[in-house]
């Protein structure tokens, strides 16, 4: 059974910074790709950032100079440091991880940036 796991959010002013993490209970190296997407109330989940079994990274436009996507096989856990965070990233954040036709989410945890 996997689970995903992801912590570190919260409120924080316009131009702070904070990581997600997202723990899995498998070896992370198990997923072909795994990554963060994020919604807001009304709207679709959209990508953040990916990072696939070969280290590939994927950004969105949005957050490609402010966010980094990292992990840690040891920890079984991908990071999402975010950086010059804005009111516009505000929304709920869900990890993901897929294998082959196969995905699953976290829970989501919530980032609320304030101006």
């Known amino acids: 059974q996997v689970q995903l796991m992801e912590s570190g959010g919260g409120l924080v002013q316009a131009g702070g910074s904070l990581r997600l993490s997202c723990a899995a209970s498998?070896?992370?190296?198990?997923?072909?790709?795994m990554g963060w997407y994020r919604q807001t109330p009304g709207k679709q989940r959209d990508l953040v950032a990916t990072?696939?079994?070969?280290?590939?990274?994927n950004y969105a436009e949005s957050v490609k100079s402010r966010f980094t996507i990292s992990r840690d096989g040891a920890q079984k856990t991908i990071y999402l440091q975010m950086t010059g965070l804005e009111p516009e990233d505000t929304a709920v954040y869900y990890c993901?991880?897929?294998?082959?036709?196969?995905?699953?989410w976290g829970q989501g945890i919530q980032v609320t940036v304030s101006s």
């Open positions: 993901n991880a897929r294998i082959l036709s196969r995905e699953w």
């Open positions: 990072i696939n079994v070969g280290g590939v990274r």
């Open positions: 498998i070896n992370i190296f198990e997923f072909n790709s």
